[in-house]
């Protein structure tokens, strides 16, 4: 039996100090500069045109909840921290800080207590469903790296599904646009229609061009509920989308997403899916709070749920996958 122990209301109370702390160390180019070699807080600080006593006091910090190492006086990168947060790493994901850690997220956790009584967020206009929301484009822009896996394990579902032959995708709030990119990229005539707001469609139309792919690749700008999406499509992609909207407006869109298919054409949706307990796994339990914070009745929904939204469209074959190296889950679904 465990014993009563304060220690995790400390913890808890001050988790505001690891975010801070990591955010600091990424603008700071910490853990790029630590890329060379170990070094000294000293050296650490003159390269990030930084104090020396404020440097020791953050490495030190990052040592403690597990970001680097420390012998003697020199830091030195942990196996995750040379991954994911070294700027020449190719699996650089520092970048994920300027939306998860940007003020205006920060601050919806001010009045959780609030939101909670109210059963939806405390912003204005719907919060992260208003097409005005001005993260959104933040999001496409510092997203991208996180979701590599994800888009990965779907193209190659896709090419395993469809073989190289032919195929339209649509990609419903496309963002970043890497999920189609990555399809366009996998299978030489994919054809690509991305949905999304029209400012955060200039991201993902560079990445695009970036990715060489624009010549297969068309801007469809409108909020996803009232924009036309046409028809005929192989592929329908759903990625981290239907979380932000009640079951009502999720059975909605879900016919409108069914009447875009061709007969045998699959629905790939990506999501946070906690299991039936909902307290488990943790990252996609947790981000039911997410959705609490940020959308009037947005949630994390188990793949029960999911399975009643689509069957209630009118899909009655639903399979869910589990992503490799990735929190999320993936809901295919076929459209006969």
Known sequence: MNEPNPVIIFETLNAFQRTGALKAAIELKVFTVLGAGPLSAKSIA???DASERGM???????TVIGFLEKSVDQYSLTPTSAVFLDQKSPSYMGSVAGFIAAGAIMDTYR????????GGTLLPDGGSTNVDFELWVEFAKSMAPMMKPAAHFIADLVAEKHG??????LDIAAGHGLFGITIAERIAEAEIVAQDFERVLEVADQNAKLAGVHDRYTLLPGDAMSVAFG???D????TNFLHHFG?????TLLKKVRAALKPGGFVVTLDFIPDEDRVTPAVSATFALTM?????QGDAYTFAEYERMFAAAGFRSNQQLDVPNSPSRLVLSCNG
Do not use: H, Q, W
């Open 46 to 48: 003159t390269a990030s």
């Open 56 to 62: 020791r006091i953050l490495c030190d910090y990052l």
């Open 111 to 118: 009045d959780v207590a609030g939101a909670v009584r109210k």
């Open 164 to 169: 190289d032959a032919p195929l339209r995708v």
């Open 231 to 233: 028809e005929n499509y």
């Open 235 to 238: 592929f329908i992609l759903l």
């Open 247 to 251: 079951t009502d407006t999720c059975n």
């Open 292 to 296: 609490l914070m940020s959308t009037d």
